[in-house]
Structure formats: C-alpha cells, structure tokens
C-alpha cells in the first residue's frame, strides 16, 4: 500500500490550496483517514481527521478555514484549505488506517511523503 500526497505549494496569505491523498495497492478497506504537518523544528501535528463513516475533527488553529472530506471509490482524502496564514507554512502529510488483508481487521497505519505548503505573507 502506498499514499501519494500532493497539491501543496506556495500560495499568498489569505489564499487557498486543495491538498489530495491518493492510496493505492491492496486495499479491503480504509479507515480512519488523517492530515497532519509538522513545521520545521517542531513536531508532527495533527490537523484533521475523517472516520470512515464521514465524522470529522480539526485542530483549533484550523477549525472555520480547513475542510477534510474522503471519496471511498477513489480511496482518497482531501484538505481544502482556505484563509491560509503564514503560520500554516509546513510539511503536510496524510496517514491511513488501512486495512490490507482479509485478517487485518484492525488495520495498519500507513504514511504518504509529505506535500510543502508554503504561504507567504
């Protein structure tokens, strides 16, 4: 199984960017889908979070201006991301709890490269 993220870039403040994580390989089903991004010199942060069932969760900082949102035949996730600020400049990621065998009813955690947002103020 393997994740792609993409559409990062760099965009002016008060602009906006749709990321895109795409999984791909043996998939029986997907979970619970995650964006997170960790800012240079500091930790992985959590942003957003989409249950299989379409329950969603955002972090404070992003509550109002981020929207998650998933699209099970593509076994994708997306993050619109509006009113940027230059404090969201960071590498984001998208991780998926996947199942990838018919046994693994728990499912494995998987990680795509990050994408760069960068925005400029």
């Known amino acids: 199984v393997q994740l792609q993220a993409s559409g990062g870039g760099l965009v002016q403040a008060g602009g906006s960017l749709r990321l895109s994580c795409a999984a791909s390989?043996?998939?029986?089903?997907?979970?619970?889908l995650t964006w997170y991004r960790q800012i240079p010199g500091k930790e992985r942060e959590l942003v957003a979070g989409?249950?299989?069932?379409?329950?969603?969760n955002y972090a404070n900082h992003v509550k109002g201006r981020f929207s998650i949102s998933r699209d099970n035949d593509k076994n994708a996730m997306y993050l619109q991301m509006n009113s940027l600020k230059p404090e969201d400049t960071a590498v984001y990621y998208c991780?998926?709890?996947?199942?990838?065998?018919?046994?693994?009813?728990?499912?494995?955690?998987?990680w795509g490269k990050g994408t760069l947002v960068t925005v400029s103020s």
């Open positions: 390989g043996t998939i029986f089903s997907i979970n619970a």
């Open positions: 991780n998926a709890r996947i199942r990838d065998s018919p046994t693994n009813y728990l499912g494995t955690f998987y």
């Open positions: 989409i249950t299989s069932g379409g329950s969603t």
